[in-house]
């Protein structure tokens, strides 16, 4: 287990980095902030240069890979970093300069358990993409198949073992100080952090992620997720498809081979959204650098790493919020919040209303094709320190994603009608989920999984009160410590002694008698 000392250098030298590009300053002047974190943060920065403007996607870049991701993690908590801090870091960059070809070579060999020529044709030593946890090769198969071979780089599993240990041992301090570090839950943010980091850093999970959301949209049209070679995957090694195809942030070079930008904004819009409402399953790094126009026409994904899941009933609770909202009936969105937990049961569902209304009404006399839905969830959460809401870090994922969706959607299309194009799949959707419908249904399932659990039950009654006639369980017996009194002679003695007391015991028995 590492020394606190330890933990405390890294957080001071990281604090350093932080404080010469001034990201601590908000943390110092927000009034919320504990005076023990207050006096870090003033060490931190001691004889430091600080801008008047910070500058966080930099210093996050700074410190390298793990804080990278970290950033990348903090900027779906715009409630725990600030909405200055949180848009910064949207910014962040995961790019990194690629690790030598020679030891990404030795590392496909060895992952894979073959030399490189046995397992393809040829493979291009020059990166197509450095991130800070792999890198991309394109590359040939033995069969002919081109494919895109991501491998970790060298070293990256202990350097994220390290940081990911002080991180959790910060954020428990912190959590410990009490008060609203405490409701902003830092330990579960980390561990949320964790989860992601980890699917990311075995490349098994993220292959299993992308075949899972390959299953998940064979139902939506023009929606392409690249197979997955499994013989050429293990832990440090994916391999997949090779897609071709025109980045989403290139609107004029899609234009120029004939690609309607409007019909492929509202096609990713639609495929999200099955993702997230339909299936609870949703690729959360949609970003334009991850988005491809095929040849055809179809959108292509990649880059499996951050995926997000929402339960059934999550996903009706946050349709019904999205729909109360919209439609006014703030009473039932409050409602929602309570019967979710999502609201502690000591406030006033009546005072809760009130703070929605002051949500929903800015929204109610803008045109719909202004309304943004990741700014309706941006200005619900923001009321969530005033109720003591603990943060759901499924739906600020899903928040982060639909800012993302929303941004890629006005790049292609500045016109597009978020509700227009949204609305039928989410109306639909609402219809067979909380219809008469479903509630019949539910209630079948319901029913049935209670019948299929009857045989098992009468068993364990039977169990329990056997039937007549049959011989009754022993009673149970006293549990009494046994005393070794050793061998030998002691041994004689006390059996002589116990078999006379059991004579004398039998004999006065049967005078009775």
Known sequence: MTHPVVHTWRLLKWGRTLARHGALRGIERDPLTPPRVRRLMRLARFGARVPKQPNYSEAFQAIGPAAIKLGQSLATRPDLVGEHAAMDLLRLQDALPPAPFELIRQSIEESLGKPIEALFQSIDPDPVGAASIAQVHKAVTTDGHTVAVKVLRPGIEEEFAEALETYEWAAAQAEAIGGELARLRPRLVIATFRQWTLRELDLRREAASASELAEAME????????????????RRVMTLEWLDGIKLSKREDLIAAGHDPKAIAGRLVRAFLRQAISEGFFHADLHQGNLFVLSNGDIGAIDFGI?????????????????????????????????AGYVPPHHNVDEFTTALRAVGEPIRGLPVKDVSIGQMLDGLFAITRDFDMQTQPHLLLLQKTMVMVEGVAHSLDPDINMWETSGPFVQEWMRTELGPEAAIADRLILDFRTLRRLPDLIRRIEAEFPPLGAAPPSPPLKEIEVIRIGGGWRYAVVAVLAAAAGAAAAMALSGWA
């Open 307 to 339: 995926m997000g899941r929402i339960n059934r009933q999550a996903r009706v609770w946050l349709a019904e919020i999205l729909y109360g909202l919209l439609t006014a009936n703030y009473r039932r969105v409050a409602e929602i919040h309570f019967e």
């Open 219 to 234: 139902a939506e049209p023009g929606y392409h997720v690249p197979a997955i070679d499994w013989q050429r995957t293990a």
